[in-house]
């Protein structure tokens, strides 16, 4: 029952993970005891970009500042719909400064930034989906900034509570598939609220649901243009999912970027 999916070109900004590190640890994945591997971290981010690139997707980079490890994780520095930039206010004191040399990119690239008043962290939790912003918390991004989102981009934001600390940003636990009228979802059920379950079963009927094994293999911070999915290559079950819904896994491993708690998602900021 494949329908036929059509790509669409993107453009995306990421930080290449020069500095990375896992120093401190804000999530379950991080053990700052456990040693990482630079070289391999900024190999497998290079074949991210490149697959990015030959994909069609165009790359920006911002540069990367020594003594902040996360910055490689793009997608929390903001969201952007219709060129709007709705910037980060981070929950953890070790990443607030990466707001900074995200917001001085945005700015010199021509645009202005919204500076938030409440916790909020980019793509991590809010997800532009077109019909609506999905937007996270329980971790990070609070319900005041799911307000302060709506009011800015004048787009329906539908709160939805996570409630597993492995997926402490929506975008492991959920992402886009096709838009318009092929607007659809990838989600891990059991990483919600059950009311939140239930109010994605209801937007989002025809969804492609993921196990656990998916999830913790980072399946679920992926990248879809609306035919290829960019994904971590673990996510095997998932991605027979896909394939049958007419979608071509695009398998890339950022297994050394995974000790710090990310994936192809985070490392990639969507400016729309
Ligand atoms: N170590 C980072 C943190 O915990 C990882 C961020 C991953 N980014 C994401 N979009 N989920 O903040």
């Not at 630079?38 to 697959?51: G, I, K, N, Y």
């Amino acid at each position: 029952m494949s329908e036929s999916r059509v790509p669409r070109r993107r453009r995306f900004l990421v930080c290449e993970p020069r500095h990375f590190a896992v120093q401190y640890a804000i999530n379950p994945w991080m053990h700052p005891d456990i040693r990482v591997d630079v070289d391999l971290a900024q190999e497998q981010w290079r074949s991210l970009v490149h697959t990015y690139r030959v994909h069609g997707h165009t790359v920006d980079t911002v540069e990367p500042v020594p003594g902040l490890p996360d910055m490689v994780f793009a997608a929390n520095s903001a969201v952007v719909v219709d060129g709007r930039v709705f910037g980060s206010l981070f929950h953890a004191p070790e990443r607030r400064p990466e707001s900074l040399h995200y917001d001085t990119w945005f700015k010199a690239s021509g645009y202005d930034v919204h500076r938030p008043e409440s916790v909020c962290e980019g793509e991590g939790d809010l997800v532009p989906t077109g019909r609506y912003v999905l937007a996270g918390t329980g971790f990070r991004t609070t319900r005041e900034a799911h307000h302060e989102v709506q009011e800015f981009f004048g787009v329906p934001v539908i709160g939805l509570t996570l409630v597993d600390p492995y997926f402490y940003h929506l975008d492991t636990a959920l992402f886009v598939l096709g838009e318009g009228a092929a607007e659809n979802i990838a989600y891990y059920p059991d990483a919600f609220s059950p009311g939140s379950r239930e109010v994605l079963r209801r937007l989002y009927p025809d969804a492609v649901e993921a196990t656990r094994e998916d999830a913790m293999a980072f399946g679920l911070n992926s990248v879809c243009d609306g035919l290829h999915v960019f994904m971590s290559p673990d996510a095997t079950a998932l991605a027979g999912r896909l394939a049958d819904r007419g979608y071509v896994p695009v398998p890339v491993d950022l297994s050394e970027l995974r000790k710090a708690g990310g994936g192809v998602k985070c490392c990639t900021q969507e400016i729309r």
